[in-house]
């Protein structure tokens, strides 16, 4: 009897382990993507940081020095093309074919935001970003 037993505790032990390795190997994450590095600079020349604006729509300049600004998705990426992405608070308002740009805006303090960004829609590394505060009244 006590043969019997170990024999079921040993064949109980195989089972756990058989089914413990039959389970489905999770899939390995992706490797990341390496992304280019950009030597554009990117600045904001409107709004100036701090400025106070009227109204509901805020006229956005910007300047480019050393990549241009395309239109074309790709995903054959090139450091000294791309375009613009424009936040304001954090959020999306606008991805900029150019460097001047109008987005609504609402009465408050707000953080705007620009990136200039590969022709895949995602940063290049270090990222090429800028922001300033303004105020609407």
Not at 92 to 118: C, N, R
Request: glycine content about 8%; overall charge positive; hydrophobic content about 45%.
């Amino acid at each position: 009897m006590h043969n019997l037993m170990g024999h079921a505790g040993l064949i109980l032990i195989s089972l756990a382990i058989i089914g413990c390795s039959a389970r489905p190997q999770a899939a390995a994450p992706p490797a990341p993507q390496i992304r280019p590095r950009s030597s554009a600079t990117l600045a904001i020349v409107w709004p100036e940081p701090g400025a106070t604006i009227s109204g509901t729509t805020l006229h956005v300049r910007l300047r480019l020095e050393g990549a241009q600004i395309t239109p074309q998705v790709s995903t054959h990426l090139r450091p000294d093309r791309g375009h613009v992405h424009l936040l304001v608070d954090g959020r999306v308002v606008s991805m900029a074919y150019g460097l001047e740009q109008d987005i609504a805006v609402v009465k408050g303090p707000h953080l705007l935001t620009a990136e200039f960004v590969a022709q895949d829609h995602f940063p290049f590394n270090p990222r090429v970003i800028r922001s300033v505060t303004f105020t609407v009244r």
